[in-house]
């Protein structure tokens, strides 16, 4: 699959279920790629290719294992994040200790005004059922372990 406006391409299996939402708005131009990918068991990929203007957003949560990628050309982290009571979120980030919104520095889609740069892609991987789920466990559930695959395979 490619995105419309960032024009990141991505993998996924043939047995999870894409849905897309494309919007333009007053802080990114030409406007912002919104991809869903759910698993057969709910786990749920989120990716936004173009995003900006979203600083605060942040829950207060904690990185319990940070993985390091190569990543569109760049360092990236996988970070696996402790929402207080289970692991049940992997973030891409670009830094080891981002919990939240860490994302990357995109290519085709840019800030409003144009002075402030390339907009960000964020991705996550959430499994909805998470109750006491240790980090071995999230690690391995092979729907995770699908949802890791779909974000090391972004290109352009």
Do not use: W
Request: glycine fraction near 10%.
């Amino acid at each position: 699959y490619e995105t419309k406006y960032e024009r990141l391409k991505l993998m996924y299996p043939s047995d999870f279920t894409l849905k897309v939402v494309e919007s333009t708005g007053s802080t990114v131009s030409p406007g912002m790629d919104t991809i869903t990918i759910t698993s057969p068991s709910g786990v749920i990929v989120d990716i936004h290719a173009g995003i900006a203007g979203i600083g605060g957003a942040c829950p207060d949560y904690t990185v319990a294992s940070s993985v390091p990628i190569g990543i569109l050309g760049k360092q990236a982290y996988l970070n696996y994040v402790n929402n207080g009571s289970a692991i049940n979120t992997v973030v891409l980030a670009s830094g080891k200790e981002e919990a939240c919104i860490g994302g990357l520095i995109g290519k085709n889609v840019m800030q409003v005004p144009a002075s402030y740069g390339p907009a960000s892609i964020l991705a996550t991987i959430t499994q909805r059922d998470y109750s006491g789920t240790s980090l071995a466990d999230f690690q391995k559930n092979p729907d995770v372990q699908q949802g890791v695959f779909i974000i090391k395979s972004f290109s352009y």
